[in-house]
């Protein structure tokens, strides 16, 4: 299985400032189409996960351009270019480049 | 609106078996493949299986092949997760989940949770 490490497990940021989350993976997660099946979903307290981008950097319906995704191969970011109260919750990245998909420990992100 | 409720979940001695569901609507359920993913107190997402659209097709992740099965029935819009010889270490929060293209996981479920004790 496709090993994913994550950093740092959490962070505490400033509402304004910048937040930035580190996704490693065992293997290369780029297909011969030139994607890369990289993910990130956000489970915010007392929810349910949801999708928030797809394919490194593509968002989910919905999420607010704050929000951008980079990397290739096996290195990948999350990025906030500003924190909002209600961005608090736990990031996971997850490949779905091979069966089976694997996640990220996660992420905790807090507001100082 | 995409909407998935999953039941089914409790109490369950090790050794025992329970069959989850998950009752779909707001898309047209036949069109999608799905998914479980469980989360264990306190700890991280684990996908444990996929069903094609049609039923043709199921992938497992290892630590339940041959203990669970996922199944569907698209007459009545529901998707199943049957479970037996369950220990403590299946005891998680178990979520069903939309797919669509490949193995990405749309939408969740608000998830049915399982206890295995005695």
């Known amino acids: 299985d496709i090993a994913m490490t994550q950093s740092p497990l959490s962070l505490a940021v400033t509402p304004g400032e910048p937040a930035s989350i580190s996704c490693r993976s065992s293997q290369s997660l780029l297909h011969t189409n030139g994607f890369n099946y990289l993910d990130w979903y956000v489970q915010k307290p007392g929810q349910s996960p949801q999708l928030l981008i797809y394919l490194v950097s593509t968002r989910a319906s919905g999420v607010p351009d704050r929000f951008s995704g980079s990397g290739s191969g096996t290195d990948f970011t999350l990025r906030i270019n500003r924190v909002e109260a209600e961005d608090v919750g736990i990031y996971f990245c997850?490949?779905?480049?091979?069966?089976?998909?694997?996640f990220g420990q996660g992420t905790r992100l807090e507001i100082k | 609106q995409v909407h998935l409720v999953e039941s089914g979940g409790g109490v369950v001695q090790p050794g025992g078996s329970l069959r989850l569901s998950c009752a779909a609507s707001g898309f047209s359920f036949s069109s999608y493949a799905m998914h479980w993913v469980r989360q264990a107190p306190g700890k991280g997402l684990t996908w444990l299986a996929f069903?094609?659209?049609?039923?043709?097709?199921?992938y497992y992740t290892d630590s339940i092949k041959g203990r669970f099965f996922i199944s569907r029935d698209n007459s009545k819009n529901t998707l199943y997760l049957q479970m037996s010889s369950l220990s403590a270490g299946d005891t998680a929060l178990y979520y069903c989940v939309r797919g669509g293209v490949g193995f990405r996981l749309y939408y969740w479920g608000q998830g049915t949770p399982v206890t295995v004790s005695s």
């Open positions: 997850m490949q779905d480049l091979q069966i089976p998909p694997t």
């Open positions: 069903i094609r659209n049609d039923g043709s097709n199921e």
